[in-house]
């Protein structure tokens, strides 16, 4: 996509974020301290972080499953969604990253509602359908793409008729189109939606996205 086009996605999402989101120091006092502690910028954007709210708020959900913590900034939007009464249980391999969103969730006042979990996102899956962990209302996937298949399947098991399950970054500036792709994270996205599409029990759809984070999409999942 030329870069023009590109910096217009971004100032169109930058006038949105000021008309509607205003300003939230706390956000943005993550977004500084994911930086100074040398994490990837691969956060959700605001105006994703708000849609996930929105979505959460709108579902009435209390227990939401995040898949891919990074320093916690969309477990914020989650968290702040389920409220005081709510629980967000959020995955991460990485402990650098793990520590930073502790740390984050804390200053951001959501701590109590929000169990970070350190390891492999599919051990972590397993331990908790191990553990008859009562369904969740809302899963988010968001890790490394090529496990997407391996997280789909182990969210069905904590999932009940009416989960909603939403996958991030699954059109990767078109390349999902590409059926000869070698990159893994493609491989895994396309497995993924082929195991969406052939699954009775889904009811599916993509939103293709671009703005601030470039051209992507979210997979929205119904469970039946
Ligand atoms: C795209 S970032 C998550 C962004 C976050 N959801 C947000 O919007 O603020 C992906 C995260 O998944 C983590 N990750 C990668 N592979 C993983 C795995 N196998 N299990 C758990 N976490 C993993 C990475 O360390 C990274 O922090």
């Not at 320093?71 to 520590?99: C, D, M, P, Q």
């Not at 509602?113 to 899956?125: K, Q, T, W």
Request: proline share 4%; net charge negative; glycine share 10%.
């Amino acid at each position: 996509m030329p870069p023009e086009d590109d910096s217009r996605w971004r100032l169109t999402d930058e006038y949105f974020e000021r008309h509607l989101c205003g300003e939230d120091p706390a956000l943005r006092d993550v977004l500084a301290r994911n930086a100074a502690a040398g994490l990837p910028n691969h956060d959700v954007s605001t105006l994703q972080g708000s849609f996930l709210n929105l979505l959460a708020r709108a579902t009435g959900a209390q227990r939401i499953l995040e898949i891919g913590t990074l320093g916690g900034y969309s477990t914020i939007w989650f968290a702040r969604a389920v409220g005081a009464t709510g629980k967000v249980i959020t995955l991460e391999a990485n402990a650098h990253h793990a520590e930073t969103a502790r740390h984050n969730l804390q200053a951001a006042g959501v701590a109590d509602r929000v169990e970070v979990v350190h390891g492999p996102a599919l051990e972590s899956l397993s331990q908790l359908a191990l553990a008859n962990a009562p369904a969740f209302d809302l899963i988010f996937i968001d890790a490394d793409k090529p496990n997407n298949p391996g997280y789909l399947e182990r969210s069905l098991e904590l999932a009940r008729k009416g989960t909603l399950i939403i996958a991030d970054n699954v059109v990767r500036d078109g390349q999902v189109i590409e059926d000869g792709s070698t990159d893994p994270r493609v491989v895994g996205v396309r497995r993924f939606i082929d195991a969406v599409g052939q699954n009775p029990r889904l009811g599916a759809t993509v939103l293709q996205t671009v703005g601030a984070k470039g051209w992507d999409g979210f997979a929205m999942l119904l469970v039946d």
